[in-house]
């Protein structure tokens, strides 16, 4: 029966190896005495086979019920065989007793030994007293052997008591890191529970910092001393900012960075987590304070789809600080900061479109109440007093109160068309049954017929047959806001819609007028500080957002506007618009 272990028993080892050394010796007797025989040899063979059966039990790292006390008993019937059939005392193998007691005195130490060279010893007395040959060379012999063995089990003892020591030394190694790895595992599922039931920012980012350190070192007391440095830079207005940090002053906590070089370029532009040296001579991080005393960093990016949130950086003193074990652990932390940080990112973005949503509704209340008041309102208010002026006239002045009436007639034709031009905007039936380019061309007819505004309308129908209808919808009313805001302010002779493949996958939706133009960054200041003036900017670029577009307003005093929308038309033209460097080329056309 046997039992099978994790570690190897080095005694077993130890057994065996001078087994071997045993072997050859006594093959070397043999040879030089030319008494290797294979009819006297026998046990000799026995031994080595013995030999080879524990050499494979012991690299499987098993061990035989009784292991050790079987070694012995065998060892010693083997020895006592191979004595007895090499001649005795007087053979060339009268040393064969050394085998079994050097593995006694490994096994059981002093005591081991010196019982099997007393076993070995009465067993060579016998033979001689049975030969009635001499007993004195058997007793010196015998003397020799019982010494031999208190010295191989001194040097026994001393062996097992430094194996046992370096074996506890190795056990109490290998809890440590047990006890490290679950550390680690528990700060992670701690990082875990806590990123996954908090949407607070804040939250979120100490929890990172913190959570991080802690498995970094999961020793309390080299947490405390650790000069570990740590940062969570997230996004605000085109820069990154210092959303969490562990050990950066007050002055650190001030700095901006834009990612246009070194290290944060790298990491954000490869998408990936990168390791780097010499923190102090990068051209961004090298102005924070906490980092220059740093001489190696782990900086990962936030980043999920195209949605770039910010960096999580650590810096540490230590050159070789961040190893293999380390990386990874900061690898799995960093996948759940950005699930957690993407998470606290849209319950955000929910709360800010729901107030959005009620601002947009108030402001559609209200431009519609303004539209009413400017348009149909006033018409109405008109035909009411021209009314009253007409029914006067009547008994005075017939047929200048005919012309009245015709002129009357005329006003109410128009606020006809007013109502159902809003009414048209509101919701453009055309645009459900017939699609954009049937809707746009009866805007720019309803523009012509109603406000005697040109609109000249030029669409791809390749470009429409790839957008569903949601698309369209908000494409229609980007067209129809620019429009509005073109010949309510433009005063433009024509306004030109165009919509066209700019490269694969990329629509370009452009509004061009050769109005009077404006200030484009006078207006996005006024929007900044939420003019009324600046709204329909406003709702082209979050209607642009809705179709995950880019736009780009280029305008002037005196010389027109021109609004362009990039529209992807799939999630991998998306992914390429959104791209840092392709945004740019396209904002440099």
């Keep these: 029966m046997m039992r099978k272990f994790d570690t190897p028993y080095m005694a077993d080892w130890f057994a065996i190896s001078l087994r071997w050394i045993m072997l050859v010796g006594l093959i070397v007797s043999l040879s030089l005495g030319n008494e290797l025989d294979i009819r006297s040899a026998w046990p000799l063979g026995l031994m080595i086979l013995w030999n080879l059966a524990m050499t494979a039990v012991t690299s499987l790292n098993l061990r035989l019920q009784f292991h050790r006390r079987l070694n012995i008993v065998v060892d010693l019937l083997l020895a006592g065989a191979f004595f007895w059939g090499q001649g005795g005392v007087r053979g060339p193998a009268f040393w064969a007793g050394l085998l079994p007691i050097l593995t006694g005195s490994i096994y059981f130490e002093i005591f081991g030994g010196v019982v099997i060279a007393l076993l070995f010893s009465g067993f060579m007395l016998y033979l001689d007293f049975q030969t009635n040959k001499s007993l004195s060379l058997s007793a010196l ?11 191989f089990g001194f040097l026994g003892r001393r062996m097992m008591e430094h194996m046992r020591k370096n074996r506890s030394l190795w056990m109490d190694s290998e809890e440590k890191k047990r006890a490290i790895q679950n550390e680690r595992l528990r700060a992670i599922y701690e990082l875990t529970s806590t990123l996954s039931s908090t949407l607070s920012y804040k939250r979120v980012l100490d929890s990172a ?8 070192n999961p020793d309390p007391e080299q947490l405390v001393s650790d000069p570990l440095v740590g940062v969570v830079m997230l996004f605000n207005g085109g820069k990154l900012r210092i959303g969490s940090a562990r050990r950066f002053t007050s002055a650190d906590m001030r700095v901006t960075f834009d990612g246009a070089e070194g290290v944060l370029k790298k990491a954000l532009d490869e998408g990936e987590p990168i390791t780097f040296k010499d923190i102090g001579y990068d051209p961004e991080l090298g102005r924070v304070i906490a980092l220059r005393n740093c001489t190696s960093g782990y900086c990962f990016p936030l980043r999920s789809g195209f949605n770039v949130y910010g960096v999580l950086l650590f810096a540490h003193p230590e050159p070789d600080y ?4 380390r990386l990874k652990l900061l690898d799995i932390i960093g996948r759940q900061a950005v699930i957690a940080i993407q998470n606290a990112r849209l319950y955000q973005d929910l709360v800010e479109e729901k107030e ?3 601002e947009v509704h108030e402001e559609a209340r209200k431009k519609l109440a303004r539209d009413l008041h400017d348009g149909p309102t006033q018409s109405v208010a008109a035909m009411a007093m021209r009314l009253n002026i007409t029914r006067r006239m009547l008994g005075k002045d017939v047929k200048a109160a005919a012309e009245e009436i015709v002129k009357l007639e005329e006003l109410a034709h128009r606020t006809t068309k007013e109502i159902r031009h809003m009414l ?8 459900e049954s017939q699609g954009l380019t049937a809707a746009v061309q009866a805007m720019a007819d309803k523009m012509l017929e109603t406000f005697s505004q040109k609109v000249v309308v030029n ?24 429009v509005n805001n073109a010949r309510k302010h433009a005063a433009a002779e024509t306004i030109t819609v165009r919509l066209s493949q700019m490269e694969v996958g990329i629509a370009l939706l452009e509004i061009n007028d050769n109005g009077l133009g404006f200030d484009v960054n006078a207006m996005t200041q006024a929007y900044d500080k939420r003019s009324n003036s600046s709204l329909g900017m406003v709702n082209l670029r979050e209607r642009a957002e809705l179709v995950n ?22 999630e991998d033209a998306a992914d390429r618009l959104h791209h840092p460097r392709h945004a740019s080329k396209l904002k440099s056309k």
């Design 549 to 570: 577009g880019l736009l780009q307003i280029d305008s002037s005093p005196g010389k027109g506007t021109k609004v362009q929308v990039y529209i992807p038309l799939s």
């Design 459 to 482: 669409i791809d129908e390749r470009i429409t047959s790839q957008l569903e209808m949601g698309k369209q919808g908000v494409i229609f009313y980007i067209i129809e806001e620019a």
């Design 141 to 151: 012999i015998s003397a020799i052997l019982i010494g031999l063995s208190f010295v």
């Design 322 to 325: 961040f190893n293999a074990d």
């Design 424 to 431: 048209f905007t509101l919701r453009p039936l055309i645009l």
């Design 209 to 216: 910092l913190d959570m991080s350190a802690a498995a970094l």
């Design 356 to 358: 959005r949503m009620v």
